[in-house]
């Protein structure tokens, strides 16, 4: 973000100029009806200057796992610095609202923006737990009241992708590569572009997401169709068949007849004798079309016909004839079919190649695999045992068929400086009161240990002192920890002037996702397995314990037996 160089109107300190959202659509009228209700009844009641503090956090971790990964922050700081109601708008809301409400709301509307609010927060791409706040908002209560709806909508989803993507980055393992191929499938357009960025963040390696490509920078992957491969007939339909080398000294005429003849070596090889028979020849056509328009990215989609009968034959003349001239293939993509049993098939034809031909690497060439995978596919064909170097993924990650949403909540926690609790005779619903600071805690083995949250003007947790830690609503459970390191976890984003913090930056995406990475490498490895995780703990110090419970009793109505 950059400053901007001159002071507010009131001669405070400068603001950061920050770009607008992403979506367009994310302007102050992206929010729910009951908040502008609200803040009329605000401005009505002399109560819209009133400084509140909200928590933004959510109660449970999604997809039966025990830990969240926190996405959607920069796109909430771009909201908010950007926060400002046109003239239509207002007029829209006018239109909106009972005719009874007061021109002089609307004046007011006019004025608002985002200079008086404060935002805390953790670093996005880190790892988050249930009732500790991602994000705190301080200020105007009637501003601040108007951002809840954008904040949840932009974090909720962002957060549950980012965190669907890295539960599959889990399952894969570090060694392969995560494409996101979600886009047709995606929940329009806004969801597909957001979904893109937010596997990204979740530790895939590529997208083919054009216009994500663009708007994040973030790796495009992609290569053909079954329809490219089926609108072929046969090679005579190959009109320009000359190719140069890779280093361009020479040229191949006729690179049809190359491929033919390496197709026809293949075949009558003692080694991958009766293999396969004739294979199909459009197909061939395809992949000597494709190879001839992108000799130095030639990968191709082999299950079109028959995989170990066609696609891979085929694929093995193409790429050796490419070799011939100084290029090598990229690769094979399958895309149905037993694919732990195909892909080492395929990785017995291509070492049994290399053998056979004395192609130097031949059989580590690349092999792609997709159609509908998801956590559960990717750790089946891990226990089976499988030969897959990339895993194209879709529908399963970006539309988190597994779990629909997140369910963050937006809660008053403080209003003039005076604590306040959200009761519920569900315990996990209910709030915990005032402003708070959060650290995290980490042991001997450099593993966190425990998030605690404390009042504001509490004295931190410290390096090798013991701090009692104790959870919010059950008495029980409570445990001491003497820190091999404290970590602050509530960050000042915005503005430039926040009260006791020096404001952070905005980092670039590929800094979010290997700030992700890192989090999720430095967790306990019982916390992040798939099957029955160890709860990861969230406590309270005792001071805040206390008062949370004398504020519950304090506000609870007493019951009367007649």
Not at 75 to 91: D, V
Not at 515 to 533: T, W
Request: glycine share 8%.
């Amino acid at each position: 973000m950059e400053e901007a160089r001159a002071n507010g109107p009131n001669g405070e300190l400068p603001r950061p100029v920050v770009e607008g959202p992403t979506n367009p659509m994310v302007t102050p009228l992206l929010t729910d009806l009951y908040q502008f209700t609200m803040a009329y009844a605000y401005w009505k009641a002399g109560k819209h200057n009133e400084r509140a503090v909200f928590d933004l956090y959510f109660r449970k971790n999604p997809f039966g796992g025990e830990y969240t990964v926190f996405a959607g922050l920069e796109e909430c700081i771009k909201f908010i610095a950007n926060f400002r109601l046109t003239e239509e708008e207002i007029s829209f809301v006018r239109q909106s609202l009972p005719s009874s409400c007061e021109d002089g709301f609307y004046n007011y509307l006019r004025g608002i923006d985002c200079t008086d609010v404060e935002v805390y927060a953790i670093s996005e791409g880190s790892a988050v737990f249930p009732k500790v706040p991602l994000v705190r908002v301080e200020g105007p209560v009637a501003v601040v009241q108007l951002l809840e709806t954008p904040f949840l909508n932009l974090i909720n989803y962002a957060s549950l992708v980012a965190t669907n993507a890295a539960r599959h980055r889990f399952v894969a393992g570090k060694s392969k590569l995560l494409l996101e191929f979600g886009l047709r499938r995606a929940q329009g357009p806004d969801g597909g572009i957001g979904a893109s960025k937010y596997c990204y963040l979740g530790g895939f390696d590529a997208t083919s997401n054009v216009a994500a490509g663009k708007l994040f920078g973030i790796p495009l992957r992609g290569t053909h169709s079954h329809a490219f491969v089926s609108s072929f007939m046969s090679p005579d339909e190959i009109v320009g068949k000359s190719l140069h080398s890779s280093d361009g000294s020479t040229t191949c005429e006729d690179f049809v007849s190359l491929v033919q003849t390496w197709l026809s070596k293949i075949q009558w090889s003692n080694s991958l004798n009766g293999t396969f028979g004739e294979t199909n020849q459009s197909e061939l056509a395809a992949f000597m079309s494709y190879a001839l328009a992108f000799p130095n990215n030639f990968l191709a989609l082999v299950d079109t016909y028959d995989v170990m009968r066609s696609g891979i034959p085929n694929f093995c003349a193409v790429a050796l004839a490419l070799n011939d001239l100084g290029y090598k293939a990229v690769g094979i993509r399958l895309d149905s079919g037993d694919l732990a049993y195909l892909s080492c098939e395929t990785r017995k034809f291509f070492r049994a190649i290399e053998k056979e031909f004395g192609v130097s690497e031949f059989g580590k060439m690349g092999i792609t695999a997709s159609n509908d995978l998801n956590e559960e596919t990717l750790d089946a064909l891990n226990k089976q045992g499988h030969e897959v170097d990339a895993f194209g993924i879709g529908t399963n990650v970006v539309t988190c068929y597994s779990q629909a949403a997140l369910g963050c909540v937006f809660k008053l926690v403080e209003i003039n400086e005076q604590p306040r609790i959200k009761l519920s005779e569900d315990v996990s619903k209910v709030s915990i009161p005032c402003k708070k600071r959060s650290y995290r805690l980490y042991g001997k083995e450099g593993y966190p240990l425990v998030d605690i949250m404390t009042g504001e003007n509490e004295p931190p947790p410290k390096v090798g002192e013991r701090i009692l830690c104790r959870h919010p609503f059950n008495e029980s459970k409570r445990a001491y920890v003497v820190p091999q390191r404290v970590e602050e976890l509530l960050k000042c984003y915005w503005p430039g002037n926040c009260s006791d913090h020096k404001r952070e930056d905005l980092p670039s995406l590929k800094e979010i996702r290997q700030r992700c990475i890192n989090q999720l490498e430095q967790m306990r490895p019982d916390h992040m397995r798939r099957l029955n995780p160890t709860p990861y703990k969230v406590s309270v110090s005792a001071k805040l314990y206390d008062f949370i419970h004398f504020l519950w009793l304090n506000e609870a109505p007493v019951g009367e037996l007649q």
